[in-house]
C-alpha cells in the first residue's frame, strides 16, 4: 500500500508523489483546546488528521503534518480562551501560516490541495490564507486548493439516525455525541467516558460579551451533553465521511 503520510516520505519520494503521480495534498487544520473532561485538547487537530487519512488512504493522496494550533476558542463554539490547555492564535498568525504553507506546496509542484478543518473557528482565517496565497500568484495559479469542514459532509438522514431527539448545531457539538464517537472510533484509547458530565445543552443569549462572561460556558468546557456517543455511531459518520469527501475530491481533482 502506498504511503500515506508527507512526513514518512524522503524528499525524492515526496517530490515523485507531487510531480509525478500528481498526488492531491490533505492540509489537517484544527486546534489546541480543551474538549471537556473526556476528550484531550488535540481533538480538533487528530480528527482533521484521522479523516485526511481515511480519504487518502482512498484517493491514493499524501496527509502533510496538521496544523496543530486554531484561531482563539469562542464561548459559544469552543468553550472559550480561559480553559487551561487552549493554546490559540491571532487571526493574522493562522492567516500566515496557511498562507505560507499554501505557497510552499505551490513551489512543490503540488497542483491539487486540500486544506481539511477541523476546528470550527477556523473557518473565515483559512480562506483569507488561501485567497491571499493565490493572490500572490497571480493570473492562473500554479494550484488550486479545496477548503473543507469535515463535518459538512454528513447527510440529513445520518444526523436524524444520531440525534432522534433533533441535532443541537455543529456549534454546540463540541465535546459532544460527534467528536466523541469519532474519537472512540479513530483514537478510542484517548476518550474517557466515565468521566462525560452532565452539562448542557448550554444556553447562549443572541449576543458576544467582551470580556466573556465565563459564566456562561459549562465549566466542564462541555456545550451539550456526550452521553449518547457510542463506538458504533462513530464508525457510521466515518465511513459517511470518508466516501464523500472522497467523492468531492474525485469531482474536483479527478
Ligand atoms: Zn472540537
Ligand atoms: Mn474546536
Not at 474517557?192 to 452539562?199: F, N, S
Request: with cysteine; hydrophobic share 40%.
Amino acid at each position: 500500500m502506498k504511503e500515506t503520510l508527507m512526513n514518512r516520505l524522503t524528499w525524492q519520494e515526496y517530490r515523485h508523489r507531487v510531480q509525478c503521480d500528481a498526488s492531491v495534498v490533505f492540509l489537517p487544520v484544527g486546534a489546541t483546546e480543551q474538549h471537556g473532561p473526556h476528550l484531550p485538547l488535540g481533538t480538533d487537530h487528530l480528527l482533521a488528521d484521522a479523516v485526511s487519512r481515511t480519504v487518502a488512504a482512498k484517493v491514493g493522496g499524501l496527509v502533510a503534518p496538521a496544523l496543530a494550533y486554531g484561531y482563539k476558542s469562542q464561548p459559544k463554539c469552543g468553550g472559550g480562551q480561559h480553559f487551561c490547555g487552549t493554546t490559540s492564535l491571532d487571526a493574522a498568525t493562522l492567516i500566515s501560516q496557511v498562507r505560507d504553507t499554501v505557497r510552499e506546496f505551490a513551489r512543490h509542484g503540488a497542483k491539487k490541495l486540500v486544506l481539511v478543518n477541523g476546528h470550527y473557528e477556523n473557518q473565515w482565517f483559512l480562506i483569507e490564507g488561501i485567497d491571499l496565497a493565490l493572490r500572490e500568484f497571480g493570473g492562473t495559479p500554479p494550484l488550486s486548493v479545496m477548503r473543507l469542514d469535515y463535518w459538512d459532509f454528513f447527510t440529513t438522514p445520518t444526523l436524524d439516525s444520531i440525534f432522534p431527539d433533533g441535532f443541537p448545531g455543529y456549534a454546540l457539538e463540541h465535546a459532544a455525541v460527534l467528536e466523541t464517537s469519532m474519537m472512540l472510533h479513530y483514537h478510542p484509547d484517548l476518550v474517557h467516558l466515565d468521566r462525560i458530565p452532565d452539562d448542557g445543552p448550554a444556553d447562549f443569549p443572541p449576543y458576544d460579551m467582551y470580556p466573556p462572561h465565563t459564566d456562561w460556558v459549562p465549566p466542564s468546557g462541555v456545550l451539550s451533553s456526550a452521553r449518547a456517543a457510542t463506538l458504533e455511531k462513530g464508525a457510521m459518520m466515518v465511513e459517511e465521511l470518508g466516501d464523500r469527501i472522497a467523492g468531492a475530491v474525485r469531482h474536483e481533482f479527478g
